[in-house]
Protein backbone atom coordinates (compact mmCIF):
# COMPACT_ATOMS: atom_id res chain seq x y z
CA UNK A 1 0.00 0.00 0.00
CA UNK A 2 1.11 3.70 -0.90
CA UNK A 3 0.49 6.72 0.50
CA UNK A 4 1.32 10.31 -0.75
CA UNK A 5 4.36 12.06 0.19
CA UNK A 6 6.92 14.21 -0.73
CA UNK A 7 10.61 12.49 -2.40
CA UNK A 8 13.35 13.95 -1.27
CA UNK A 9 17.08 14.14 -2.58
CA UNK A 10 18.52 11.48 -0.31
CA UNK A 11 15.70 9.27 -1.10
CA UNK A 12 13.79 9.63 2.31
CA UNK A 13 10.03 10.40 2.10
CA UNK A 14 8.15 12.96 3.95
CA UNK A 15 4.28 13.54 4.96
CA UNK A 16 4.60 17.49 5.37
CA UNK A 17 6.95 19.85 3.17
CA UNK A 18 7.71 22.17 6.51
CA UNK A 19 10.24 24.77 6.41
CA UNK A 20 11.87 24.63 9.95
CA UNK A 21 13.76 27.71 11.58
CA UNK A 22 15.61 26.14 14.08
CA UNK A 23 16.94 28.60 16.93
CA UNK A 24 20.55 27.01 18.04
CA UNK A 25 19.92 28.29 21.43
CA UNK A 26 17.53 30.11 23.47
CA UNK A 27 18.56 33.51 22.74
CA UNK A 28 17.45 33.00 19.27
CA UNK A 29 14.14 31.67 19.78
CA UNK A 30 11.77 34.30 19.91
CA UNK A 31 13.62 35.75 16.44
CA UNK A 32 12.72 32.30 14.81
CA UNK A 33 9.35 32.88 16.11
CA UNK A 34 9.10 35.85 14.22
CA UNK A 35 10.20 35.10 11.11
CA UNK A 36 7.68 31.92 10.77
CA UNK A 37 4.86 34.65 11.82
CA UNK A 38 2.49 34.80 9.24
CA UNK A 39 4.72 32.57 7.04
CA UNK A 40 2.13 29.52 6.08
CA UNK A 41 4.26 26.59 5.68
CA UNK A 42 6.80 27.65 7.81
CA UNK A 43 7.37 26.43 11.40
CA UNK A 44 10.40 27.25 14.03
CA UNK A 45 11.00 25.31 17.62
CA UNK A 46 10.59 26.45 20.88
CA UNK A 47 14.21 25.39 21.42
CA UNK A 48 15.37 26.83 25.15
CA UNK A 49 18.64 25.22 25.54
CA UNK A 50 21.85 25.12 23.46
CA UNK A 51 24.14 27.10 25.35
CA UNK A 52 26.82 26.28 28.41
CA UNK A 53 26.07 22.26 27.55
CA UNK A 54 28.56 19.97 27.90
CA UNK A 55 29.74 16.82 26.84
CA UNK A 56 26.50 14.38 26.28
CA UNK A 57 24.17 16.52 27.16
CA UNK A 58 25.16 19.06 24.34
CA UNK A 59 25.31 16.06 22.15
CA UNK A 60 21.79 15.43 22.48
CA UNK A 61 20.39 18.98 22.09
CA UNK A 62 22.57 18.94 18.74
CA UNK A 63 21.79 15.42 17.65
CA UNK A 64 17.84 16.71 18.30
CA UNK A 65 18.02 19.90 16.43
CA UNK A 66 19.83 18.00 13.74
CA UNK A 67 17.34 15.38 13.30
CA UNK A 68 14.63 17.64 12.84
CA UNK A 69 16.59 19.45 10.71
CA UNK A 70 16.89 16.25 8.67
CA UNK A 71 13.59 14.60 9.05
CA UNK A 72 11.77 13.89 5.61
CA UNK A 73 9.00 16.18 6.81
CA UNK A 74 11.35 19.29 5.94
CA UNK A 75 11.68 20.32 2.63
CA UNK A 76 14.74 23.17 3.88
CA UNK A 77 16.16 24.56 6.77
CA UNK A 78 16.97 27.95 8.56
CA UNK A 79 19.16 27.83 11.63
CA UNK A 80 19.51 31.11 13.53
CA UNK A 81 22.02 31.52 16.31
CA UNK A 82 22.49 34.27 18.73
CA UNK A 83 26.22 34.21 17.57
CA UNK A 84 28.72 33.84 20.99
CA UNK A 85 26.88 30.42 21.90
CA UNK A 86 28.61 27.10 22.71
CA UNK A 87 26.20 25.14 19.88
CA UNK A 88 26.86 27.40 16.86
CA UNK A 89 24.15 27.67 14.44
CA UNK A 90 26.77 26.62 11.58
CA UNK A 91 27.66 23.64 12.93
CA UNK A 92 23.70 22.57 12.98
CA UNK A 93 23.50 23.55 9.72
CA UNK A 94 26.60 21.62 8.16
CA UNK A 95 25.06 18.14 10.22
CA UNK A 96 22.12 18.81 8.35
CA UNK A 97 23.63 19.43 4.77
CA UNK A 98 24.24 15.57 4.17
CA UNK A 99 20.39 15.06 3.96
CA UNK A 100 20.57 17.06 0.69
CA UNK A 101 18.14 19.91 1.58
CA UNK A 102 19.16 23.63 1.57
CA UNK A 103 20.03 24.73 4.05
CA UNK A 104 21.64 28.65 5.46
CA UNK A 105 22.65 29.85 8.76
CA UNK A 106 22.17 32.92 10.03
CA UNK A 107 23.66 34.96 13.38
CA UNK A 108 21.69 37.91 15.27
CA UNK A 109 25.13 39.56 16.10
CA UNK A 110 26.39 39.14 12.48
CA UNK A 111 23.35 40.49 11.15
CA UNK A 112 23.21 43.59 13.47
CA UNK A 113 20.63 43.11 15.70
CA UNK A 114 16.68 41.36 15.94
CA UNK A 115 14.98 43.61 13.67
CA UNK A 116 17.72 43.41 10.48
CA UNK A 117 17.69 39.34 11.86
CA UNK A 118 13.81 38.46 11.24
CA UNK A 119 13.60 40.87 8.04
CA UNK A 120 16.31 38.64 6.46
CA UNK A 121 15.23 35.43 7.62
CA UNK A 122 11.79 36.03 6.46
CA UNK A 123 13.78 36.76 3.26
CA UNK A 124 15.12 33.38 3.24
CA UNK A 125 12.26 31.71 4.65
CA UNK A 126 10.11 32.81 1.60
CA UNK A 127 12.84 31.69 -1.12
CA UNK A 128 12.64 28.28 0.57
CA UNK A 129 8.70 28.15 0.91
CA UNK A 130 8.31 28.83 -3.02
CA UNK A 131 10.29 26.13 -3.74
CA UNK A 132 8.60 24.27 -1.50
CA UNK A 133 5.36 24.79 -3.06
CA UNK A 134 6.45 23.68 -6.91
CA UNK A 135 7.32 20.12 -4.81
CA UNK A 136 4.38 17.99 -5.69
CA UNK A 137 3.37 14.66 -3.27
CA UNK A 138 3.54 11.12 -5.29
CA UNK A 139 2.89 7.64 -3.97
CA UNK A 140 5.49 6.46 -1.67
CA UNK A 141 5.34 2.81 -0.44
CA UNK A 142 3.89 2.25 3.35
CA UNK A 143 7.04 0.25 3.77
CA UNK A 144 8.82 3.68 4.51
CA UNK A 145 6.78 5.28 7.00
CA UNK A 146 7.99 5.62 10.22
CA UNK A 147 4.77 6.00 13.20
CA UNK A 148 5.82 7.39 16.45
CA UNK A 149 3.32 5.74 19.39
CA UNK A 150 2.84 7.91 22.42
CA UNK A 151 0.14 7.51 25.22
CA UNK A 152 -0.44 10.54 27.35
CA UNK A 153 -3.01 11.36 30.27
CA UNK A 154 -4.14 7.44 30.67
CA UNK A 155 -7.01 6.32 32.49
CA UNK A 156 -8.56 2.97 32.59
CA UNK A 157 -9.81 3.25 28.84
CA UNK A 158 -6.11 3.44 27.77
CA UNK A 159 -5.38 -0.28 28.27
CA UNK A 160 -8.88 -0.97 27.54
CA UNK A 161 -9.57 0.11 23.96
CA UNK A 162 -7.24 3.17 22.39
CA UNK A 163 -4.06 1.29 23.42
CA UNK A 164 -4.88 -2.20 21.88
CA UNK A 165 -6.73 -0.50 18.63
CA UNK A 166 -3.23 1.41 17.70
CA UNK A 167 -1.15 -1.99 18.56
CA UNK A 168 -3.60 -3.16 15.68
CA UNK A 169 -2.88 -0.25 13.90
CA UNK A 170 1.17 -0.89 14.52
CA UNK A 171 0.83 -4.39 13.57
CA UNK A 172 -1.09 -3.36 10.13
CA UNK A 173 2.11 -0.57 9.56
CA UNK A 174 4.62 -3.41 10.23
CA UNK A 175 2.53 -6.05 8.21
CA UNK A 176 3.06 -3.66 5.43
CA UNK A 177 6.89 -3.11 5.94
CA UNK A 178 6.79 0.21 7.74
CA UNK A 179 8.39 1.25 11.03
CA UNK A 180 6.60 1.35 14.45
CA UNK A 181 8.63 3.17 17.17
CA UNK A 182 7.45 2.47 21.00
CA UNK A 183 8.77 4.54 23.52
CA UNK A 184 8.60 5.98 27.04
CA UNK A 185 10.63 3.53 28.82
CA UNK A 186 9.93 4.07 32.30
CA UNK A 187 6.44 3.19 31.28
CA UNK A 188 8.02 -0.19 30.83
CA UNK A 189 8.38 -0.63 33.89
CA UNK A 190 5.91 -4.32 35.49
CA UNK A 191 5.59 -5.10 31.60
CA UNK A 192 9.70 -5.50 30.21
CA UNK A 193 9.44 -9.04 31.08
CA UNK A 194 6.48 -9.20 27.74
CA UNK A 195 8.36 -7.02 25.76
CA UNK A 196 11.75 -8.70 26.10
CA UNK A 197 10.49 -12.05 25.18
CA UNK A 198 9.36 -10.66 21.51
CA UNK A 199 12.70 -9.61 21.08
CA UNK A 200 14.30 -10.74 17.87
CA UNK A 201 17.46 -12.02 19.49
CA UNK A 202 18.78 -12.66 23.78
CA UNK A 203 20.77 -9.47 23.20
CA UNK A 204 18.10 -6.87 22.30
CA UNK A 205 15.94 -8.82 24.80
CA UNK A 206 18.32 -8.12 27.12
CA UNK A 207 18.91 -4.51 26.31
CA UNK A 208 15.41 -4.22 27.52
CA UNK A 209 15.69 -5.29 30.71
CA UNK A 210 19.16 -3.25 31.24
CA UNK A 211 16.74 -0.03 30.51
CA UNK A 212 14.60 -0.26 33.09
CA UNK A 213 16.49 -1.41 35.34
CA UNK A 214 18.52 1.64 34.46
CA UNK A 215 15.50 4.12 34.46
CA UNK A 216 14.23 2.18 38.46
CA UNK A 217 18.23 2.70 39.80
CA UNK A 218 18.21 6.94 38.55
CA UNK A 219 15.00 6.88 40.23
CA UNK A 220 15.53 5.64 43.38
CA UNK A 221 18.75 7.32 43.10
CA UNK A 222 17.60 10.58 43.13
CA UNK A 223 15.97 9.48 46.45
CA UNK A 224 12.99 9.95 46.17
CA UNK A 225 10.39 7.16 44.77
CA UNK A 226 8.99 6.71 41.08
CA UNK A 227 4.97 7.10 42.43
CA UNK A 228 5.39 10.52 43.30
CA UNK A 229 5.25 10.83 39.00
CA UNK A 230 4.41 8.37 37.52
CA UNK A 231 0.93 7.41 37.57
CA UNK A 232 0.52 10.68 37.61
CA UNK A 233 -2.52 12.46 39.78
CA UNK A 234 -4.76 12.18 36.64
CA UNK A 235 -3.76 8.94 36.10
CA UNK A 236 -4.75 7.78 39.96
CA UNK A 237 -8.32 9.52 39.36
CA UNK A 238 -8.63 7.68 36.11
CA UNK A 239 -8.66 4.68 38.00
CA UNK A 240 -4.87 3.73 37.42
CA UNK A 241 -3.42 2.64 40.85
CA UNK A 242 0.69 1.38 40.25
CA UNK A 243 3.07 1.97 37.36
CA UNK A 244 2.99 -1.71 36.61
CA UNK A 245 -0.87 -1.30 35.82
CA UNK A 246 -0.03 1.71 33.80
CA UNK A 247 2.92 -0.22 31.72
CA UNK A 248 1.03 -3.28 30.97
CA UNK A 249 -1.76 -1.29 29.28
CA UNK A 250 0.70 1.11 27.37
CA UNK A 251 2.84 -1.78 25.92
CA UNK A 252 -0.32 -2.81 23.42
CA UNK A 253 0.84 -0.04 21.52
CA UNK A 254 3.40 -2.04 20.27
CA UNK A 255 1.19 -4.37 18.94
CA UNK A 256 2.46 -8.03 18.44
CA UNK A 257 5.41 -7.91 16.32
CA UNK A 258 8.63 -9.04 16.74
CA UNK A 259 10.78 -5.99 18.53
CA UNK A 260 13.71 -5.39 16.29
CA UNK A 261 15.67 -3.19 17.61
CA UNK A 262 16.35 -0.78 20.99
CA UNK A 263 17.58 2.57 19.81
CA UNK A 264 19.09 5.38 21.67
CA UNK A 265 17.16 9.17 22.45
CA UNK A 266 16.32 11.10 19.47
CA UNK A 267 18.27 8.11 16.82
CA UNK A 268 16.65 7.37 13.70
CA UNK A 269 15.81 3.49 13.43
CA UNK A 270 18.42 1.17 11.62
CA UNK A 271 15.77 -1.42 11.30
CA UNK A 272 12.11 -2.00 9.69
CA UNK A 273 9.58 -3.33 12.33
CA UNK A 274 9.06 -2.96 15.79
CA UNK A 275 11.87 -0.83 17.65
CA UNK A 276 12.06 0.65 21.08
CA UNK A 277 13.56 4.21 21.65
CA UNK A 278 14.88 4.65 24.98
CA UNK A 279 12.89 8.03 26.19
CA UNK A 280 11.30 9.25 29.68
CA UNK A 281 7.23 8.96 30.30
CA UNK A 282 7.17 13.09 29.81
CA UNK A 283 5.38 13.26 26.57
CA UNK A 284 6.78 15.93 24.77
CA UNK A 285 10.49 14.28 25.62
CA UNK A 286 9.55 11.49 23.80
CA UNK A 287 7.42 13.11 21.17
CA UNK A 288 10.34 15.34 20.55
CA UNK A 289 12.86 12.63 20.69
CA UNK A 290 10.63 10.55 17.76
CA UNK A 291 10.72 12.92 15.75
CA UNK A 292 14.38 13.73 15.93
CA UNK A 293 14.93 10.18 15.21
CA UNK A 294 12.83 10.70 11.53
CA UNK A 295 9.24 9.67 12.09
CA UNK A 296 7.12 11.19 9.99
CA UNK A 297 3.62 10.83 11.94
CA UNK A 298 2.79 9.78 15.66
CA UNK A 299 -0.23 8.52 16.71
CA UNK A 300 -0.95 9.83 20.18
CA UNK A 301 -3.44 8.03 22.86
CA UNK A 302 -5.21 9.75 25.54
CA UNK A 303 -7.65 9.03 28.42
CA UNK A 304 -7.84 11.67 30.33
CA UNK A 305 -7.48 14.20 26.77
CA UNK A 306 -4.13 16.44 25.83
CA UNK A 307 -3.21 19.06 23.28
CA UNK A 308 0.01 18.24 22.18
CA UNK A 309 0.94 18.41 18.86
CA UNK A 310 4.62 18.56 16.82
CA UNK A 311 5.96 21.42 15.17
CA UNK A 312 6.96 19.33 11.87
CA UNK A 313 4.32 16.09 12.03
CA UNK A 314 0.80 15.20 12.07
CA UNK A 315 0.01 13.80 15.73
CA UNK A 316 -2.83 11.54 15.26
CA UNK A 317 -5.23 11.68 18.82
CA UNK A 318 -7.22 8.74 19.88
CA UNK A 319 -8.74 8.46 22.63
CA UNK A 320 -11.57 5.48 24.29
CA UNK A 321 -12.89 7.76 26.58
CA UNK A 322 -16.35 9.08 25.09
CA UNK A 323 -16.61 11.61 27.75
CA UNK A 324 -13.17 13.22 27.07
CA UNK A 325 -13.98 12.74 23.44
CA UNK A 326 -17.00 14.60 24.15
CA UNK A 327 -15.18 17.20 26.08
CA UNK A 328 -12.72 17.78 23.62
CA UNK A 329 -13.32 17.41 20.30
CA UNK A 330 -11.16 19.72 19.32
CA UNK A 331 -8.45 18.23 20.38
CA UNK A 332 -9.47 14.61 19.40
CA UNK A 333 -9.24 13.13 16.21
CA UNK A 334 -10.38 9.37 16.62
CA UNK A 335 -13.00 8.03 19.50
CA UNK A 336 -12.46 4.09 20.15
CA UNK A 337 -14.62 4.14 23.18
CA UNK A 338 -17.27 1.80 21.55
CA UNK A 339 -14.45 -1.18 21.99
CA UNK A 340 -15.34 -0.53 25.80
CA UNK A 341 -19.05 -0.78 25.23
CA UNK A 342 -18.40 -4.60 23.11
CA UNK A 343 -20.34 -1.98 19.95
CA UNK A 344 -16.64 -2.37 17.65
CA UNK A 345 -13.47 -4.67 17.99
CA UNK A 346 -10.06 -4.09 18.78
CA UNK A 347 -9.12 -5.22 15.47
CA UNK A 348 -12.11 -2.72 13.56
CA UNK A 349 -10.85 0.35 15.28
CA UNK A 350 -7.32 -0.70 14.58
CA UNK A 351 -8.46 -0.42 10.92
CA UNK A 352 -9.77 2.43 11.18
CA UNK A 353 -6.35 4.47 13.23
CA UNK A 354 -4.27 2.43 10.09
CA UNK A 355 -6.89 4.51 7.36
CA UNK A 356 -6.43 8.01 9.14
CA UNK A 357 -2.43 6.58 9.67
CA UNK A 358 -2.17 6.56 5.22
CA UNK A 359 -4.49 10.00 5.42
CA UNK A 360 -2.41 11.98 8.01
CA UNK A 361 0.47 11.06 5.78
CA UNK A 362 -1.24 11.85 2.41
CA UNK A 363 -2.04 15.37 3.86
CA UNK A 364 -5.03 15.29 5.68
CA UNK A 365 -4.12 17.89 8.88
CA UNK A 366 -4.82 16.12 12.14
CA UNK A 367 -6.56 18.30 14.99
CA UNK A 368 -3.41 19.70 16.91
CA UNK A 369 -1.93 20.86 13.67
CA UNK A 370 -5.00 22.42 12.90
CA UNK A 371 -4.66 24.42 16.09
CA UNK A 372 -1.10 24.74 15.71
CA UNK A 373 -0.40 23.31 18.60
CA UNK A 374 3.73 22.66 18.06
CA UNK A 375 5.20 21.49 21.06
CA UNK A 376 8.77 20.88 21.27
CA UNK A 377 11.05 19.60 24.13
CA UNK A 378 14.37 17.90 24.56
CA UNK A 379 14.97 15.31 26.93
CA UNK A 380 17.52 17.12 28.76
CA UNK A 381 20.59 14.76 30.66
CA UNK A 382 22.91 17.02 32.14
CA UNK A 383 23.24 20.48 33.79
CA UNK A 384 23.72 24.03 32.42
CA UNK A 385 27.11 25.34 33.14
CA UNK B 1 -26.91 -9.11 29.19
CA UNK B 2 -26.89 -5.33 29.63
CA UNK B 3 -25.74 -6.18 33.27
CA UNK B 4 -22.37 -7.69 31.97
CA UNK B 5 -21.24 -4.27 30.43
CA UNK B 6 -21.23 -2.57 33.81
CA UNK B 7 -17.40 -3.56 34.49
CA UNK B 8 -14.34 -5.70 32.59
CA UNK B 9 -12.49 -8.86 33.45
CA UNK B 10 -9.57 -8.62 31.13
CA UNK B 11 -7.64 -12.21 31.83
CA UNK B 12 -8.97 -15.39 33.18
CA UNK B 13 -6.45 -15.27 36.19
CA UNK B 14 -7.12 -11.82 37.04
CA UNK B 15 -8.57 -11.24 40.68
CA UNK B 16 -9.65 -7.82 40.09
CA UNK B 17 -12.32 -6.27 37.21
CA UNK B 18 -12.40 -2.55 36.08
CA UNK B 19 -15.99 -0.32 36.34
CA UNK B 20 -17.31 1.09 33.17
CA UNK B 21 -19.81 2.99 34.44
CA UNK B 22 -20.07 4.07 38.36
CA UNK B 23 -21.15 1.44 40.73
CA UNK B 24 -22.83 1.52 43.80
CA UNK B 25 -22.19 -0.59 46.76
CA UNK B 26 -24.40 -2.95 47.46
CA UNK B 27 -25.35 -3.50 43.33
CA UNK B 28 -24.14 -7.06 41.98
CA UNK B 29 -21.93 -7.06 38.69
CA UNK B 30 -21.80 -10.20 36.80
CA UNK B 31 -18.49 -11.09 34.35
CA UNK B 32 -17.55 -13.17 32.10
CA UNK B 33 -13.94 -13.76 30.06
CA UNK B 34 -12.64 -16.94 28.73
CA UNK B 35 -15.15 -18.93 29.64
CA UNK B 36 -14.47 -17.65 33.83
CA UNK B 37 -18.10 -16.46 34.80
CA UNK B 38 -17.88 -14.08 38.25
CA UNK B 39 -20.78 -12.83 40.20
CA UNK B 40 -20.28 -10.23 42.31
CA UNK B 41 -21.77 -8.30 45.00
CA UNK B 42 -20.18 -4.69 45.55
CA UNK B 43 -19.07 -3.28 49.26
CA UNK B 44 -17.87 0.01 48.27
CA UNK B 45 -18.69 2.03 45.46
CA UNK B 46 -16.89 2.09 42.50
CA UNK B 47 -16.00 4.89 40.43
CA UNK B 48 -15.79 4.41 36.64
CA UNK B 49 -12.69 3.21 35.27
CA UNK B 50 -12.01 1.75 39.09
CA UNK B 51 -10.99 -1.73 40.36
CA UNK B 52 -12.60 -3.71 42.59
CA UNK B 53 -11.74 -7.34 44.22
CA UNK B 54 -13.40 -10.60 42.49
CA UNK B 55 -12.48 -13.00 45.50
CA UNK B 56 -10.35 -12.08 48.51
CA UNK B 57 -7.18 -11.16 48.06
CA UNK B 58 -4.90 -11.29 51.52
CA UNK B 59 -2.62 -8.43 52.49
CA UNK B 60 0.79 -8.27 50.86
CA UNK B 61 -0.64 -10.45 48.15
CA UNK B 62 -0.30 -9.71 44.27
CA UNK B 63 -3.11 -7.95 42.40
CA UNK B 64 -3.57 -9.22 39.39
CA UNK B 65 -5.23 -7.38 35.73
CA UNK B 66 -3.95 -8.31 32.45
CA UNK B 67 -3.02 -11.99 33.61
CA UNK B 68 -0.17 -10.32 35.02
CA UNK B 69 1.39 -8.08 38.64
CA UNK B 70 0.12 -4.69 38.72
CA UNK B 71 1.45 -4.44 42.90
CA UNK B 72 0.66 -5.54 46.09
CA UNK B 73 -2.19 -5.49 48.91
CA UNK B 74 -1.22 -3.51 51.85
CA UNK B 75 -4.38 -4.63 53.72
CA UNK B 76 -6.72 -7.42 53.09
CA UNK B 77 -9.15 -7.03 50.45
CA UNK B 78 -12.57 -8.49 50.56
CA UNK B 79 -14.29 -9.50 47.61
CA UNK B 80 -16.21 -6.43 46.11
CA UNK B 81 -14.15 -3.82 47.85
CA UNK B 82 -12.43 -1.17 46.00
CA UNK B 83 -8.72 -1.63 44.77
CA UNK B 84 -6.93 1.22 44.31
CA UNK B 85 -3.48 3.31 45.90
CA UNK B 86 -5.74 3.25 49.10
CA UNK B 87 -4.90 -0.18 49.74
CA UNK B 88 -2.62 -1.40 47.18
CA UNK B 89 1.05 -0.31 46.19
CA UNK B 90 3.70 -0.83 43.74
CA UNK B 91 6.34 -3.36 44.07
CA UNK B 92 8.70 -1.09 41.59
CA UNK B 93 10.73 2.31 41.46
CA UNK B 94 9.90 2.11 45.81
CA UNK B 95 12.97 3.55 47.39
CA UNK B 96 14.41 1.53 50.33
CA UNK B 97 11.93 1.25 53.46
CA UNK B 98 9.05 2.70 51.38
Known amino acids: MNFMGYRRANGKAGVRNHVLVIPSVVCSQGATEAITRNLKGAVYLANVFGCAQVGADREQTKRTLVGFGTNP ?40 GTKKTIAKGKRIVREMLADAAALEREPIPLSELIMATECGGSDYTSGLASNPALGAASDLVVGEGGTVILSETTELIGAEHLLARRARTPEIGKKVLDLIAWWEKEAIATGQDIRGANPAPGNIAGGITTIEEKSLGCIYKGGTTTLEEVIQYAFPPTKKGLVLMDTPGHDIDQLTGMMAGEAQVAVFTTGRGTPTGSPIAPVIKITGNAETYRKMKDNIDLNVSQ ?29 AEKLGQRDFCIFKIGLNF | ?10 HEKDNVATAIVPLKAGSTVSLEVQGRKEKVKLLSSIPMGHKFALRPIANGENVIKYGEPIGETTAAIARGEHVHVHNVVSHRGRKEGA
Open chain 2, 1 to 10: MAEKSKAIMI
Open chain 1, 73 to 112: NVFAVLVVGNGCENLPAKEIAEAIIPSGKRVEFIEIQDVG
Open chain 1, 339 to 367: IIKGKETVQEAGKRIFEEVIAAASGKLSK
